[in-house]
């Protein structure tokens, strides 16, 4: 069993940044290969943020390309989610999940459906 948690939330006005860490602990393997960070925002519902392959290959929403980055330390065991230009319809609580790789969560990696473990969230709150 993969556990998952999530840390680097906080309060910044629109304009800054934030780093945000997931830490993968207990049986990493297989069905930690694939992991993606996703968003809710209070009465929404969970959206994919940005996800990441088993050979590093990232995937993003729309409405962050060109301002966040996900990226992973594999020797650490840690996802990272580096969010810059951030504006308040980013508000919201971020979870970082995993899943084992399949054709199914290479076609659908941005949906809630495609992983298995989540971790608990970190709020992330940008004001105006």
């Known amino acids: 069993q993969v556990q998952l948690v999530e840390s680097g939330g906080g309060s910044v006005q629109a304009g800054g940044s934030l780093r945000l860490s997931c830490a993968a602990s207990g049986h990493t393997g297989s069905s930690s290969d694939c992991m993606a960070w996703f968003r809710q925002a209070p009465g929404r519902e969970r959206e994919g943020v940005a996800s990441s392959g088993r050979s590093s290959d990232t995937f993003y929403a729309d409405s962050v390309k060109g301002r966040f980055t996900i990226s992973r330390d594999s020797t650490r065991n840690t996802l990272y989610l580096q969010m810059n230009s951030l504006k308040p319809e980013d508000t919201g609580m971020y979870y970082c999940?995993?899943?084992?790789?399949?054709?199914?969560?290479?076609?659908?990696?941005?949906?809630?459906?495609?992983?298995?473990?989540w971790g608990q969230g970190t709020q992330v709150t940008v004001s105006a």
């Open positions: 999940a995993a899943a084992t790789c399949t054709a199914r969560w290479y076609i659908s990696s941005l949906s809630p459906s495609a992983s298995s473990t």
